[in-house]
């Protein structure tokens, strides 16, 4: 009869003779129990007593002694299996265990020889046994899917044939649908994203915009297959090269017409390459030639305008940046003996929204300006709008855009003749009027510059953790999902899940965030 017993008893409190089995249940650091010397009179007083021959008994210490001895001696009661057991918190952490298990781990080791280590869920092979009552087949329809979403295991199939089992018994749990959050993360993030040890600015932007899409597009390299005879790649690449080529001889005309000159020369050089206007022979393509050269050409002469006007001494093209974090090219940087200041040419749409940036989708230019400004002075950080397709009108349709450090000396270097209350013809500035939009203080605009360091630095741990979560930005003309050649991929579902937005950020936001950032490493 004994043989078949289920004995249920208090660990410390029983008086066990022997158990094939034995289950302690609770080992947490509250097993052996402990008494606390808080009683009306404490150990002591008990102390003081005795000097005066009066004896109180038992002292809280010999209490548990006694209780560490009985539990001690009931565990070893034992003859086939010990089963030390404890619940996981809500979130899967292990509690403080009891002064229990140091004990066990010194005094045994497996049938393998090795140390023995903690179950921390039952076996798979389990897992029939777990689902066998509607209770706990409910739980672990929550467990399955929480597991899933929080990278634990990839038990997607667990979790549907359970919601099949329990819907067809009418017994989801409330709020519970076929639904799974997509995949956040995979394994070995760094060797995928990191391969040459740093990241691109452009893939960091892409990664702020989307984990997923950055996870496609940089990760698996995929893409679309391109079909158009003459791409606005193209034309980029065209305006970028006849750049990088006359930027040299800037300095070395009189004037703007001999300048424009010498660039429709070098542009239609450049046209005779297929590679970059692979229609040239066709009525069509001889069109295309003529309108890309005299765009070409537009573009130049407005370059020549800005140089011609900055007090810039040096001005370098296509300048490789390479820092321990980050690698990349950046089109411009203009310099002189204090001041310096980067420019990118912009073919198509150029984004210079705060939220853009204080989101991460818009960052290169900033760390391109921490990798090249040394001891200089960073005055702006800019975008040339290179194309006269994008603009809204004759006037100003080639003003520097983007953001700029407000103090009279650093604008004067971007424009000698800039006056007190008019506004530049290279750049939206106006003197003595910095505020909390794009022209800020000096000393704002190096923190504002930091901030692209520092949101930049977490996006890199987060890719080598091999973060790819669907998590789209919002920004100002629609979603990262909008066109997304991956959407059909990444699980991403618009009704359920939120994108990432801000409703308003000014350049004082993100200044005082890098403040209270370098506050805290000890900076300030």
Do not use: W
């Not at 265990?97 to 045994?108: E, H, I, M, Q, T």
């Amino acid at each position: 009869l004994k043989a078949d017993a289920v004995f249920i008893g208090d660990l410390t409190d029983s008086r066990i003779a022997t158990a094939r089995i034995l289950f302690a249940m609770g080992m947490t650091d509250a097993v052996p129990r402990a008494s606390d010397d808080a009683n009306l009179i404490t150990d002591k007083d008990k102390i003081k007593l005795q000097e005066i021959q009066a004896v109180l008994e038992p002292m809280v210490e010999a209490v548990n002694l006694r209780n560490r001895e009985s539990l001690c001696l009931n565990l070893c009661t034992f003859t086939d299996g010990l089963h030390l057991c404890y619940s996981l918190g809500s979130n899967g952490e292990s509690p403080a265990l009891s002064d229990v298990f140091r004990y066990v781990k010194a005094s045994f080791v497996g049938g393998d020889g090795m140390p023995l280590a903690e179950e921390k869920r039952i076996p798979v092979s389990d897992f029939a046994y777990r689902c066998s009552a509607i209770a706990p087949a409910a739980r672990q329809l929550l467990v399955e899917k929480n597991d899933y979403e929080e990278r634990k295991t990839d038990s997607r199939t667990e979790y549907s044939s359970l919601f099949e089992a329990l819907s067809g018994l009418n017994e989801l749990p409330q709020g519970v649908d076929g639904f799974v959050n997509p995949h956040k993360y995979i394994e070995e993030g760094g060797a995928l994203f990191l391969r040459s040890g740093s990241l691109s600015p452009s893939m960091l932007e892409m990664y702020f915009d989307c984990p997923y899409k950055c996870f496609a597009s940089r990760g698996l390299h995929l893409e679309e297959r391109q079909e158009t005879s003459v791409l606005s790649v193209d034309t980029g690449n065209f305006i970028h090269k006849l750049l990088e080529i006359i930027t040299g001889q800037v300095r070395d005309h009189e004037n703007e017409s001999s300048f424009a000159a010498y660039a429709e020369e070098t542009g239609r050089e450049l046209l005779k390459d297929p590679k970059l206007l692979p229609q040239e022979d066709t009525a069509k393509g001889a069109y295309t030639t003529e309108k890309l050269l005299m765009e070409g050409v537009e573009v130049a002469k407005a370059f020549y305008r800005q140089i011609r006007d900055s007090a810039f001494t040096s001005i370098v093209t296509e300048k490789e940046v390479k820092t321990d974090s980050f690698h990349g090219k950046v089109d411009r940087v203009d310099e002189n003996e204090r001041f310096v200041r980067v420019v990118d040419y912009k073919t198509g749409s150029i984004s210079t929204e705060l939220r853009d940036y204080y989101l991460g989708r818009k960052l290169q230019m900033q760390l391109y300006m921490s990798a090249v400004c040394g001891e200089k002075t960073p005055v702006g950080v800019l975008y040339f709008p290179a194309s006269v397709n994008f603009a809204d009108s004759a006037e100003g349709r080639f003003r520097l855009q983007g953001f700029l450090n407000g103090d009279t000396e650093a604008l004067l270097a971007g424009d000698v003749n800039l006056q007190e209350g008019k506004k530049s013809e290279h750049f939206d500035a106006t003197l003595n009027k910095c505020g909390k939009g794009k022209v800020m203080t000096g000393e704002a605009f190096t923190d504002f510059l930091d901030y692209a360091v520092y949101v930049s630095k977490t996006a890199t741990d987060e890719l080598r953790g091999g973060y790819v979560a669907p998590s789209p930005s919002k920004h100002k003309s629609g979603t990262a999902c909008d066109y997304c050649q991956f959407g059909g991929m990444c699980g991403f579902h618009k009704e359920r899940l939120k994108t990432r937005s801000v409703d308003a950020v000014s350049s004082e936001d993100i200044v005082n965030i890098v403040r209270k950032q370098k506050g805290e490493d000890g900076n300030e």
